[in-house]
């Protein structure tokens, strides 16, 4: 498995144009993934921290584009990583908004951490899945469609916290603090 570096992911980043605001956003994502991987792994050996956190960075690498063009940013992020050599970078991006399959009985994947760490970060800044909701929808939910989509994903994301925390030793309300505490340490 090929897993892009810290710093060929910026790279990758540089070279697509992402708006800064969106890298700030990524790198933010970076962090939260960084922390709950760390609470998660001594439960979950099997949690591969440099798969998840190259992803969390990539998450969002088509979404600059995607203003323009209208394209659904985490099906092209997910292909042009593939494209890249990059495949199970690839299929994390591409479940970033919604992730293929959520189990509360089965191991924590890469997948659902990024997906979380996503919905918990509001350009940023860590806030909560309430906080995250709200801007979701005031900003997406325009169409009868997407209300149904964003009301399903919101289900399942808040059944993902469940199932996250179950094995973390501190609430979803600390995790703003707890990373910066991480990232004081980096």
Same mark, same amino acid.
């Given at each position: =498995?090929?897993?892009?570096?810290r710093k060929?992911c910026?790279?990758? @980043?540089?070279?697509?144009?992402? =708006?800064d605001h969106i890298?700030? $956003?990524? #790198?933010? &994502?970076?962090? &939260?993934t960084?922390?709950?991987?760390?609470? @998660?792994?001594?439960?979950?050996?099997? +949690?591969?921290v440099?798969?998840?956190?190259?992803a969390?960075l990539l998450h969002?690498?088509t979404?600059?584009?995607s203003f323009e063009?209208?394209?659904? $940013?985490?099906?092209?992020?997910?292909?042009?990583?593939r494209? +890249?050599? /990059?495949?199970?970078v690839?299929? @994390? &991006?591409?479940? $970033? &908004?919604?992730?293929?399959c959520?189990?509360?009985?089965t191991p924590?994947?890469?997948?659902e951490?990024?997906n979380?760490a996503d919905k918990?970060v509001?350009h940023?800044?860590?806030v909560s899945?309430?906080?995250r909701l709200e801007? #979701?929808?005031?900003r997406?939910?325009?169409? /009868?469609?997407?209300?149904?989509?964003?009301a399903?994903m919101?289900?399942?994301?808040?059944?993902?916290?469940k199932? +996250?925390f179950?094995? @973390?030793?501190f609430?979803?309300?600390?995790?703003?603090?707890?990373?910066?505490?991480?990232?004081?340490? +980096?």
């Amino acid at each position: =498995m090929e897993i892009p570096t810290r710093k060929k992911c910026f790279q990758i @980043i540089r070279n697509v144009g992402m =708006m800064d605001h969106i890298v700030d $956003h990524s #790198i933010m &994502v970076g962090n &939260v993934t960084l922390c709950l991987c760390r609470q @998660i792994k001594p439960t979950t050996p099997s +949690l591969n921290v440099e798969l998840a956190t190259a992803a969390a960075l990539l998450h969002d690498i088509t979404k600059t584009r995607s203003f323009e063009t209208g394209e659904r $940013h985490s099906d092209t992020g997910g292909e042009l990583l593939r494209t +890249l050599g /990059y495949p199970e970078v690839g299929d @994390i &991006v591409r479940q $970033h &908004v919604i992730l293929d399959c959520c189990s509360e009985d089965t191991p924590v994947t890469e997948q659902e951490i990024v997906n979380y760490a996503d919905k918990r970060v509001l350009h940023d800044t860590v806030v909560s899945l309430a906080r995250r909701l709200e801007y #979701i929808q005031d900003r997406y939910a325009g169409s /009868y469609h997407l209300k149904d989509q964003i009301a399903v994903m919101w289900k399942m994301t808040r059944t993902l916290e469940k199932k +996250l925390f179950r094995r @973390i030793p501190f609430s979803p309300a600390q995790l703003s603090d707890r990373v910066l505490m991480d990232i004081r340490f +980096l």
